[in-house]
């Protein structure tokens, strides 16, 4: 084991003078990072929690610096409501009432309705929860994919519930979804404009919101486009433009009407490497008036112009705003326009990320240091790091969003519901595993339809969660096993998107009670499958570590041993320049085709015109009012728009019960002076946020740092239903909806409309 001892460091918990241990590890979980945690340990106890400290701090490779999150997993780790045993269900399903049994016990039952789904079914009946507590390369999740393959298949998923929309429309433009520089690249910019994009709070790549810090010193002017006046936008921008959520296409729709009726548009670009922007550049076949100039400047099928004033009415963005950003923009190149995944989180998300891109072509901003072809942005410098075999052999995927459709209905669903890999499913979901994840309940729509989707147990018949808590998802499991943590396993893990490292977690302290690595239960559960041999090759977990690190060293032949990685606990690739996405394609386009279907940059997609669906999938990118946008005329009963914005003090829904981070950032929700003052709310007073789908009961903040008509529920908190079913702890998916978007079938969850009321004005209408 790596350990560096530290004489005379200071314990922190007996203010004495001790010798600590200190174990170098990262976070596994799905927070937008991946830094170097070190723990702290004495007497087999973690006593605290520093970061990336000793290795050179450079511009070019800045210390991998950890977040409040890790740095508070003491309070965690040492939890007292921590799940110490395998328990199974004794009350209804959902209801949380367990009682413990044994190891062998749970492994039995879970052996049992296995094999019994599997021959009652098939393997399209077995199910593998989107989860993401753990995202190492030897997770619960990754073994448990290499297990049930091996016994015959499982439907899988496609998606995340964090960027589905933007991964589904980003390659419909580019072909790829990797259209994002390095993030160094920045300083090279003059204007950077931030489109939902919170990396003070979201992370996106340990040392994002530093890039940027460096930028701003480097001379580039940021702009921050947010419904809320968002850490980031504290800390470095330069304007704040606040828009209503749901209508970022709107906005970038204007600003490609002002580029176009001003002839700013880089034309030789457009025309050079560009498919569908003017009716001159459009494919074969396609009729008149269907190009992206034409839908802009409404001479196509609508007849709409889509001017600054059009625009206003939607984003509640103020013409001349517009009119200025749009300028700005087109003048000051290179240009860097950023989309986070909040614009794509909602009824129609594929939309932005492609009109963010169409925008980028229009300024010739795509290819070139200081610039940015915007959409997803996922790096396009990739490292190949070795991963554990599995080969499943049933095809078909759904996006992960469909699952409750897949519990009622699957055999209904096909290729018209994204069903990938089979025309048609063949059996509805009877088993789930939810390892390692909450998105079962809190962080799925609609928690209150859900609950009850899972309390019938004759459509999934049986779930299985390990976890560390009882979490809202984990009251829903037949059998509930406790696993372990970070701290407490060995495991490779990656970047989270950015980053051209990778990390090795070493293990800091035991396993306390009866918790259990993946790979040691799940290969009990082999052998009840019958399956030992096949499942571990005879492997120990750590010759499966030293297998990563092999097949790694094949690809790469300056990757470390396996014992010099381990000891190091990091391992960086090194680069001369920062890498600048489709610069190769704009350099030489006759030897670099853009790898789309017509090796060009495509604001016309001749694929989504054969779908056939151009009301909620135009084969241009457009605005689309949303349902429960600020255009829908439910806007007269629930007027206020709700989104959930995430926090620094959570990682989605963990660490919602770590009482330190409570105390960093309370769960209160924004909502803006002039929609308090209106309804007489109070800052701190306690009031009820409802619609349709439910009710929850929430302190308020009240803030100049949110617009009008938009409140904010940080996403995360536990659903905590009361006897009448309201949430009395703020989790938003009380009252967002179940409707996947068109295109990703995915989650629209920032697509919700509200009231807030008094709470005695609630009871007064009872
Ligand atoms: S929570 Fe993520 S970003 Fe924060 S310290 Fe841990 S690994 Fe880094």
Not at 264 to 287: A, K, N, R, S
Not at 427 to 447: E, M, P, R, V
Request: charged letters at 25%.
């Amino acid at each position: 084991m790596c350990k560096n001892v530290i004489k005379g460091a200071r314990d922190m918990t007996d203010t004495t003078f001790q010798e600590e241990t200190i174990i170098r590890t990262s976070g596994s979980h799905n927070c937008g990072g991946r830094c170097i945690v070190k723990a702290h340990v004495k007497d087999g106890r973690i006593v605290r929690i520093t970061s990336d400290d000793e290795r050179p701090d450079t511009d070019k490779r800045p210390q991998l610096r950890g977040c409040l999150r890790c740095r508070a997993y003491r309070s965690y780790l040492y939890h007292e409501d921590r799940l110490k045993y395998p328990m199974k269900r004794i009350g209804k399903r959902g209801e949380g009432l367990f009682e413990r049994i044994s190891w062998e016990e749970a492994l039995d039952t879970i052996a049992d309705h296995t094999k019994r789904i599997m021959a009652e079914y098939g393997p399209e009946a077995i199910y593998l929860s989107y989860a993401t507590g753990n995202a190492g390369k030897t997770s619960e999740q990754v073994w448990m994919r290499r297990l049930l393959a091996l016994y015959g298949g499982y439907l899988d998923y496609y998606g995340t519930y964090s960027s589905a929309c933007t991964n589904a429309a980003t390659p419909y433009t580019y072909g790829t979804v990797n259209s994002g520089s390095s993030r160094e690249d920045w300083v090279n910019s003059k204007l950077i404009i931030l489109m939902g994009f919170n990396p003070a709070a979201t992370i996106h790549g340990t040392n994002t919101a530093y890039y940027l810090k460096k930028a701003k010193e480097a001379g580039a002017k940021i702009i921050c486009i947010d419904p809320l006046y968002s850490d980031t936008a504290v800390a470095l921008a330069d304007q704040w433009i606040p828009i209503r959520p749901t209508t970022d296409s709107a906005l970038l729709d204007a600003m490609a009407y002002v580029i176009i009726t001003e002839n700013l548009q880089d034309q030789v670009f457009l025309d050079t490497y560009c498919l569908g922007f003017d009716e001159d550049h459009m494919p074969e076949g396609i009729p008149a008036g269907n190009s992206y100039k034409s839908y802009i400047l409404g001479t196509g099928t609508d007849q709409v112009p889509k001017t600054p004033a059009w625009a206003e009415r939607s984003t509640g963005i103020p013409r001349e705003i517009i009119i200025q950003l749009a300028r700005e923009y087109a003048l000051n190149k290179p240009g860097a326009l950023i989309q986070g995944f909040g614009p794509q989180r909602h009824a129609y998300g594929e939309q932005p990320p492609r009109s963010g891109a169409a925008l980028a072509a229009m300024t010739g901003n795509i290819g070139i240091k200081g610039g940015w072809a915007s959409g997803c942005g996922s790096p396009c410098r990739k490292q190949y790091v070795g991963s554990i075999p599995i080969n499943n052999p049933c095809k078909a995927a759904i996006s992960m969003y469909m699952w409750p459709l897949a519990i009622q209905k699957g055999t209904e669903l096909g290729k018209r519901e994204g069903v990938r890999g089979v025309d048609k499913l063949s059996a509805n979901i009877k088993l789930i595993f939810n390892l390692a994840g909450n998105c079962l309940i809190n962080q799925h729509s609609d928690t209150n339809g859900t609950a009850e989707l899972l309390g019938d147990e004759n459509l999934a018949q049986f779930i299985v969660v390990s976890d560390h808590f009882l979490t809202s998802s984990a009251k829903f499991a037949d059998i509930l096993l406790p696993g372990d943590n970070f701290m407490e396993r060995e495991d490779i893990v990656l970047p989270w998107s950015a980053g051209d490292y990778v990390l090795f977690m070493n293990k800091a302290v035991d396993t306390v009670y009866e918790c259990r690595n993946g790979y040691d239960w799940i290969r009990d559960l082999a052998e009840r499958l019958e399956l030992t041999a096949e499942f571990t090759q005879g492997k120990t977990l750590e010759d499966w570590l030293r297998f990563i690190v092999d097949e790694t060293r094949k690809e790469n032949p300056g990757f470390p041993s396996y014992e010099e990685f381990k000891e190091k606990g990091v391992y960086d690739w090194e680069y001369e320049e920062p890498a600048i996405a489709f610069k190769e394609q704009i350099e030489d386009p006759r030897h670099h085709p853009f790898p789309t279907p017509s090796g060009k940059i495509e604001f016309f997609s001749s694929r989504l015109w054969e779908l056939d669906k151009p009301a909620e999938v135009p084969a241009i990118p457009k605005y689309i009012p949303a349902w429960e946008g600020p255009e829908d005329p439910l806007r007269g009963t629930y007027p206020l728009q709700c989104i959930g914005h995430h926090t620094k003090r959570r990682v989605h829904s963990m660490f919602d019960n770590n009482d330190w981070m409570e105390e960093a950032e309370a769960q209160v929700f924004w909502i803006s002076i002039y929609d308090a003052k209106k309804r007489g709310i109070k800052n701190g007073e306690r009031v009820c946020i409802y619609n349709t789908r439910g009710k929850v009961i929430l302190t308020a903040k009240v803030t100049p740092r949110i617009m009008p008509g938009v409140i904010s529920i940080p996403q995360g908190g536990w659903w905590s239903p009361d006897k009448e079913g309201t949430d009395q702890r703020g989790c938003i998916n009380t009252l967002t909806k179940y409707q996947p978007t068109p295109l990703a079938f995915a989650n629209p969850q920032h697509t919700n409309l509200v009231e807030v009321a008094k709470l005695d004005q609630m009871e007064a209408e009872k």
